[in-house]
């Protein structure tokens, strides 16, 4: 559903990339650039998507083990990424969770508990470094038969980007884009205020927050246990996996969000940090320049970076958290 309200404002939702996208545009062009954008995002979940037949991330997997092949600008640039915050992370992210991603159902919504032997056998093809990326022709290569690459974690980061460079290429100096939890805002809103982007209670209702940071020109995405899951015998079984263990991963955090200047570092980065927990995400992001994150442990208490101090506004309406 779209709906357009003059040529200076447009604003438009729809589902692309498995989740609810909304944009707002403001300025001359504003509706034109919307359109790119949307068609740009579509372009990006055909080529990165892995469940769809005939998707390049499809076919990198179809080829592992076998031989290497051509691929799009995109996604290299994407794996590229992927590699280097596999690498600053110790493998807390790493998008060669694919078998494992598959194997317990998660891109599929069909959840099932694998069997620890079938996790055991699978955990050994989940490595980074069996991504050989070939930049000068164009081509990649994962090592192993039956390695698979999952681009779920940090596609959504990718769109975001585009979707702001195509923005200031249309000359829009104000935009907000959310690719389900993933946002990115271009300047400030046409009022000249900041953006006011609220921070999910991760065990509310959505829109139910439990705080807020007001940005300009920065991206804010949030990993979570409560964004998709399913639960048995009282056991939460969530969709981002510990690459270590191959199980869910259980760090004590519930939410981890990332602010950065660019929303692919944010995306690969809350992956990550939800993955390390509390103490070992505070390290990594303060070794970050210009990346600041905020934390909600399952014990309810939230943590945020030196250099979110005075911007986090704690607003928990549930009087449940503490800050
Ligand atoms: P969201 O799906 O809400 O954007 P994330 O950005 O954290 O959340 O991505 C989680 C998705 O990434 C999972 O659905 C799965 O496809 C994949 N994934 C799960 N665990 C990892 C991991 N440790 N590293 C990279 N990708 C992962
Ligand atoms: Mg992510
Ligand atoms: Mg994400």
């Known amino acids: ?14 589902f692309l990339m498995g989740t609810v996208i909304s944009e ?36 990198l997997n179809e080829a592992s083990g076998k031989k290497s092949i051509r ?37 599929t919504e069909h959840f099932k508990i694998p069997e620890k032997e079938e996790i055991d056998e699978l955990l050994s093809l989940v490595n980074y470094n069996d991504i ?36 200031k290429r249309w000359g829009i100096k104000s935009a907000y884009i959310n690719l389900g939890g993933n946002v990115s805002v271009l300047g400030k809103k046409p009022d000249g205020t900041l ?22 020109d920065k991206s804010v995405v949030t990993s ?26 259980g760090s004590g955090l519930m939410g981890a969000t990332i602010l950065a200047d660019s929303s692919v570092a944010a995306d690969a980065l ?12 505070i390290e990594l992001v303060e070794s970050l320049e210009g990346v600041e994150a905020v934390f909600i442990t399952e014990d309810k208490r939230i943590y945020t970076t030196s250099g979110l101090k005075d911007e986090f506004i704690f607003d928990d309406e549930s009087k449940e958290f503490q800050y």
């Open 132 to 167: 050989y990326i070939d930049s000068n022709n164009g081509t990649v290569r994962l090592a192993r038969e039956g390695q698979a690459v999952d681009l779920g974690a940090i596609a959504k980061g990718y769109a975001a980007d585009q979707t702001i460079e195509i923005y």
């Open 195 to 216: 953006w006011r982007i609220g921070i999910q209670n991760p065990r509310a209702a959505n829109g139910k927050i439990v705080g807020v940071i007001n940005i300009q």
């Open 24 to 59: 707002k545009v403001y300025g001359y062009n504003a509706r034109k650039a919307s359109a790119e954008a949307m068609a740009r995002i579509g372009e990006i979940e055909n080529t990165m998507t892995v469940n769809a037949q005939g998707s390049q991330a499809e076919a």
């Open 270 to 281: 809350s992956t990550a940090v939800f993955v390390l927990g509390l103490e070992k995400g």
């Open 71 to 107: 691929l799009d600008g995109d996604i290299i640039e994407v794996l590229e990424t992927a590699k280097k915050y596999s690498s600053i992370s110790g493998g807390a992210f790493d998008v060669t969770v694919g078998p494992l991603v598959k194997a317990w159902g998660i891109s």
């Open 1 to 14: 559903a779209f709906w357009l309200k003059s040529d200076k404002h447009f604003e438009q939702q729809s």
């Open 224 to 249: 979570g246990d409560y964004e998709r899951f399913s639960e048995k015998d009282n056991v939460r079984y969530h969709h981002i996996l510990d690459p270590h263990t191959g199980y869910p991963s």
